[in-house]
């Protein structure tokens, strides 16, 4: 992986860079058991068809990469067979073949090449791609792809160059390390995988002109305080004007540091990234 500079023929290169995965698969046949299609564009919108997140709409058609979260075959070796492009995702995905005939898409870990033997179960070898509940991998491991309950699927460190360090292993609980430098316990019998994710490099990239932007499905977004008072609380006022308060969304709601966490959370968060207690 490295990242690549756009040769300037136009303008909108000039600047543009992107990451070149050189071992991608090029072939053009797809596993259609893996891949489904999106029925309908959500644009930001709820189940009732309220925006609940704004600017989100347009975009490049895409297909959905059904991804094997839960690991859900233990005790199987597979092969590593390729690396296909998910457009979904910021990283790479890892087109896996079981003994048992099974394939299964599962998040690319950086160090994984293709031929590589992997298997999930409780007494396999702590190596890159496998994956095993927690209380069986050792301390100071990076891991991700990790389960908050048991038999969900992997929830935390899912996105390129994530990964969650095992700290301690205490009263049932494991103490993880967050990629924001949260400590947070979770259950024991969580699963989780080895290693770190691939496409590190990726926050390094540069989108180079709006049109890129548009193309992610992302809109415009106009500043509250370009708006009218009506529309924004930061709207209105002779010029460029303050506030008066603190940063809020267009609803009211306080925005950029307010805490939104429930006290659901209790005595599962050891440390705030903000190095704050609870």
Not at 152 to 177: F, H, P, Y
């Amino acid at each position: 992986m490295a990242i690549v500079s756009r040769r300037p023929v136009t303008s909108s290169l000039r600047g543009q860079q992107f990451v070149k995965i050189e071992d991608l698969s090029q072939d053009k046949k797809k596993e259609r058991a893996l891949i489904k299609s999106l029925r309908k564009r959500i644009n930001g919108r709820n189940a009732y068809g309220r925006i609940t997140v704004r600017h989100r709409g347009g975009g490049a058609k895409r297909l959905y990469r059904i991804i094997d979260f839960k690991r859900d075959i233990k005790d199987v070796s597979a092969v590593v067979q390729r690396f296909d492009y998910d457009p979904n995702r910021n990283l790479s995905l890892a087109l896996v073949l079981y003994k048992n005939g099974a394939r299964k898409y599962i998040l690319r870990p950086e160090g994984i090449n293709k031929g590589d033997i992997i298997v999930a179960g409780v007494d396999v070898e702590a190596k890159i791609g496998n994956c095993m509940p927690l209380h069986r991998i050792p301390v100071g491991f990076q891991v991700h792809n990790v389960e908050l309950e048991p038999g969900r699927g992997g929830i935390i460190a899912r996105s390129a160059g994530a990964s969650v360090q095992l700290v301690s292993k205490e009263g049932g609980k494991a103490l993880l390390k967050m990629p924001s430098s949260e400590l947070r316990y979770v259950n024991l019998n969580s699963w989780a995988t080895i290693g770190v994710l691939s496409n590190a490099e990726f926050k390094n990239a540069t989108l180079g002109k709006a049109g890129r932007t548009r193309h992610r499905g992302f809109r415009p977004t106009v500043r509250g305080m370009a708006m009218n008072p009506v529309d924004h609380p930061h709207g209105g006022g002779e010029g460029r004007s303050k506030s008066g308060s603190h940063p809020t969304t267009p609803w009211g709601k306080g925005c950029k540091g307010t805490r939104t966490r429930t006290r659901k959370s209790e005595g599962i968060i050891v440390k705030r990234r903000s190095r704050s207690k609870k």
